[in-house]
């Protein structure tokens, strides 16, 4: 069941799908009221045994209680735990105890911050600062249906194609075409799989989105086309911002069509990015983002069938506007007595100058004419992007899936593209981060998701990267990605390349499975990673489990994000079957009864855990997705009583799939066997 309140006069954010009307008896399920500031309190109590999932991308554990977080899509390179905010804003949450379970969701897309038992432990008080919004309260019988009922109100999950699923190899740093096809060429060489290539703004020409340097790729179509001949795919990014230059064509035609956020007094509002002082479209206007998407034709012309999307929080580098006031306070300062607050003042100045909170308020959009300042809406900038890139892939080849990853993001957003996890770092606390994302991802819509393997930031080493690697060949999105100036860390540069090849090949194996619970979990609103609570509700030790996930259809991951650590302690809620992969063709199967085990992983070895009468499949492998073969496949599974399984089959491309076309049913007879062949 789920209700909807409505608060103050709520900004209209296309994040629910579902028309339903507002309920006019008060909402009991929580106190509610109004400070003096106008922003909306909602508060209730916790009890001892609350656990509260949800917010999809941030940081800390699965279980959010006990911190306090904000919804602010903010530009962070440090993903430390005392970040209250990264890119992304999901402002789902579901409170969960045996004798209680709802979820709230709320419709607003300015700043809200939500204190999850950080100041008492026995409260959640949440503030939003605008004070009107949509506050929709789900209440089922499970979690799972829970999570199913939230999907029905935002709407279907993105559908990438399958060739997406496949490793992708990035760096910002790759300059030109021969350093591209160098690097394509020693994936092939080794054979380590490999199905696409990122381009980073070094392929733009001074960095102006929608361009290409010539003197770097004098032809890209011509390139692509030969990169497909190799089955790899070309995936440019788009950044949001349009440099300020007369003569270059989109901030000509956007400035003709007046697309840009404006200041208060009218002019166009202007901020430092990657190519200078650029404008920003109003994405909030339907007509700027059909022009805004029309800005991608010559590249998807090109032949280019994926995009990611960045720097749409928005980043911005700087304002005239925010220097100068930095510099005034440093005026200030110099002309009178300097103490430590004084010394201090100074730097957060200057170091602020980035993202400044001011220079949100400096800009307007005007979604039906009149202005409404962008802190107010800040959160749906990203989502408005990803928004206008997915209908002009539409408009484009209404028949065809693209592939669509942002940074920024909203709720709503989840129906037009995945999402990266943001600019990691190359520790081993981020891979146990990127893992605890993942079902609040998967709760809040986005499916296709997934972290930069081996860390953005930093130099990563061979077991940092390995390890990543093994967490990697369960997330849709896989992609190995560097920053400029770090270690450069693409697989064939390490001495233990062959170890981190094996592990590919396993994630290659796996792909046509993992593709088939992909699409399950989307078109039947599902989730492809779930808390252990989902499955085993009434297990208190599954509740509080922190690092381990449910995978589809019976399975549980456990990646080992310690460093030199041998092997890890793992929490099996009932009897389970180990598979220990090592390669494609080479892993051990240890049926393990319910409890603790210690379970020993060499640097080449990971886990994956398969529930009794479920089972695993294997195709025989390839180096790239259209080389696999899905109608062979080695069974891995306990099965103890007649069970089967729905394999979902898909040409990878068709952009509105039947679900009940695409569907095979496999039969799981008992034999004694915990491996067998089938031919389908």
């Known amino acids: 069941m789920i209700r909807k309140y409505t608060f103050g006069t709520p900004f209209p954010t296309d994040a629910v799908v579902l028309d339903l009307p507002a309920e006019t008896a008060p909402l009991n399920s929580m106190e509610t009221q109004t400070d003096p500031e106008g922003r909306l309190i909602l508060r209730l109590s916790l009890s001892p045994e609350e656990v509260i999932f949800g917010l999809g991308q941030n940081v800390r554990g699965i279980d959010k209680r006990g911190h306090r977080y904000e919804s602010w899509n903010s530009d962070i390179f440090n993903h430390t735990e005392e970040r209250p905010s990264l890119y992304g804003s999901h402002n789902f949450l579901v409170f969960f105890r045996p004798d209680r379970l709802f979820g709230i969701y709320l419709d607003d897309p300015g700043k809200i911050v939500w204190d999850l038992g950080c100041t008492r432990y026995d409260t959640a008080e949440i503030t939003v600062e605008s004070g009107s919004l949509n506050l929709y309260l789900l209440e089922e019988d499970s979690l799972t249906e829970l999570a199913r009922a939230f999907r029905s109100l935002t709407g279907r999950s ?33 054979h380590i799989p490999l199905d696409a290539l990122c381009l980073d703004i070094d392929y733009m020409d001074g960095y102006r989105n929608f361009t290409w340097r010539k003197d770097a790729f004098p032809d890209l179509k011509r390139f692509q086309a030969a990169m497909k001949e190799e089955h790899l795919r070309l995936v440019p990014i788009i950044d949001a911002g349009i440099k300020v230059e007369e003569g270059y064509a989109p901030y000509d035609s956007g400035k003709a069509r007046d697309a840009f956020c404006k200041k208060e007094d009218g002019s166009d509002f202007v901020a430092a990015v990657w190519p200078g002082r650029c404008c920003f479209p109003d994405f909030l206007r339907e007509d700027v983002r059909r022009w805004f998407g029309s800005l991608y034709t010559p590249l998807l012309e090109a032949g280019i069938e994926g995009f990611w999307n960045d720097m749409n929080e928005p980043a911005l ?177 390490f001495a233990s390349w062959e170890i981190m090849r094996d592990t590919l090949t396993v994630r290659y194996a796996l792909l046509p499975w993992l593709y088939s619970e992909f699409m399950k979990a989307a078109l039947t609103d599902g989730m492809l990673f779930r808390p252990l609570a989902f499955d085993f509700p009434q297990d208190r030790r599954a509740v509080h489990t922190q690092d381990q996930l449910m995978l589809g259809d019976g399975c549980m991951i456990a990646p080992v994000y310690e460093q030199n650590a041998a092997g890890r302690y793992v929490y099996l809620p009932e009897d389970m079957l180990l598979i220990r992969f090592r390669f494609v063709a080479d892993y051990d199967l240890v049926p393990l009864e319910k409890g603790d085990h210690w379970i020993d992983l060499a640097l080449n070895e990971f886990p994956l855990f398969v529930r009794k009468n479920r089972a695993v499949f294997l195709c025989p492998g390839g180096e790239y997705s259209e080389e696999l073969d899905d109608s062979r496949f080695t069974v891995l599974g306990q099965i103890e009583t007649e069970s089967a399984y729905d394999l979902y089959r898909d040409d990878g491309l068709t952009s509105d799939p039947d679900l009940a076309a695409g569907l095979t049913r496999i039969s799981l007879s008992p034999d004694g066997k915990l491996k067998r062949e089938i031919v389908l």
């Open 158 to 190: 993105y559908l990438p194609p399958r060739w997406a699923f496949g490793y992708i190899q990035s760096r910002w740093g790759y300059a030109g075409e021969d350093e591209v096809r160098e690097v394509a060429a020693e994936h092939r060489k080794r």
């Open 317 to 493: 580098f700087y304002t005239d506007e925010g220097v100068a006031d930095a510099f005034a306070l440093a005026d200030r300062i110099r002309s009178g007595s300097v103490d430590y607050e004084a010394a201090w003042g100074l730097m957060r100045a200057f170091s602020g100058i980035a993202n400044n909170p001011e220079d949100y308020r400096r800009f307007y959009h005007r979604p039906d004419g009149k202005p409404v300042r962008h802190d107010r809406v800040h959160n749906l900038y990203g989502a408005g992007m990803t928004r206008a890139t997915s209908e002009a892939f539409r408009c484009f080849a209404p028949d065809k899936r693209m592939l669509l990853f942002s940074r920024s993001s909203f709720i709503g957003a989840h129906r037009y593209g995945g999402m990266w996890q943001g600019d990691n770092f190359s520790w081993w606390s981020h891979i146990k981060l990127a893992l605890q994302m993942l079902p609040n991802l998967n709760l809040c819509g986005f499916l296709y998701c997934g972290c930069d393997l081996g860390g953005f930031g930093c130099d990563t080493t061979e077991d940092l990267l390995e390890r990543f690697l093994q967490l990697g060949v369960f997330t849709p999105l896989m992609r190995n990605h560097s920053a400029l100036h770090t270690r450069e860390q693409e697989i064939y540069r």
